[in-house]
């Protein structure tokens, strides 16, 4: 079952611009994690923060966790046309199978 | 890092055929790894969780005599879905839990199935 809802589930920008994209979930977590797609293909972890961080820096990637909320957010600075893609949140209870969100699919207009 | 190879990447078969699809961890071992189906503009759902050496553990909904699913190695597990019919036409992904402080996932590249 999915864990939660992400939101947009579609977002079209241009590059330079910053993507946001939001995840809710449903259940107490360890740390929830950030995921890639490109159409078609595997995912690609990107980044992991845990239940006692609020906020995490990756590159271009900014991960914000708010446990009081049951929320998080993945900011993309300077988008470019390469980062289209669809990207989906993800938590687990320790080393079970991930449970995914809704996903996001990012459409960076060259 | 951590290599899972899955394949084939795409396959096209009849109705009522049955098709493998195998996930391979390249320079580990894999005790579990995770099988997961994702419709077209969909998120991933868990089907089932592939044990070495014991049986699959499927998720409520998915029919275990359809999907087979060995786990003889702890570098190999094997989905079959037999008797396919064009509704099994979907993505199927595998995925192995890995060790360490800040530890992720990591996916196979995913196979395509149609059905025709």
């Known amino acids: 079952s999915q864990q939660g809802e992400e939101d947009p589930q579609a977002l079209s920008i241009q590059e330079g611009e910053n993507a946001t994209m939001n995840c809710s979930y449903k259940?107490?977590?360890?740390?929830l994690q950030w995921y890639r797609q490109n159409s078609g293909r595997g995912l690609v972890h990107l980044i992991l923060?845990?239940?006692?961080?609020r906020e995490k820096h990756s590159g271009r990637l900014r991960v914000t966790l708010d446990t009081s909320k049951k929320s998080s957010s993945l900011l993309i600075t300077a988008s470019r046309a390469a980062d289209t893609a669809s990207y989906f949140c993800?938590?687990?209870?320790?080393?079970?199978?991930?449970?995914f969100g809704s996903g996001t699919r990012l459409q960076v207009q060259p | 890092g951590a290599v899972v190879s899955q394949h084939p990447s795409r396959v096209i078969c009849k109705s009522g055929t049955s098709v493998k699809i195998e996930c391979r961890s390249l320079?580990?071992?894999?005790?579990?790894m995770f099988w997961y189906r994702q419709f077209p503009k969909q998120s991933l759902m868990l089907m089932a969780t592939?044990?070495?050496?014991?049986?699959?553990?499927?998720e409520q909904g998915v029919e275990k005599d359809k999907f087979l699913i060995n786990h003889a190695s702890l570098t190999l597990s094997t989905l079959t879905v037999t008797s396919a019919h064009p509704e099994d036409s979907s993505f199927y992904i595998c995925?192995?839990?890995?060790?360490?402080?800040?530890?992720?996932?990591?996916f196979g590249s995913g196979t395509r199935l149609t059905v025709v």
């Open positions: 995925s192995v839990s890995l060790t360490g402080p800040n530890y992720g996932y990591t």
């Open positions: 923060i845990r239940s006692n961080e």
């Open positions: 993800a938590t687990s209870p320790g080393r079970r199978a991930l449970t």
């Open positions: 259940t107490s977590i360890n740390n």
């Open positions: 320079d580990f071992q894999a005790t579990t």
């Open positions: 592939s044990n070495e050496g014991s049986k699959a553990t499927y």
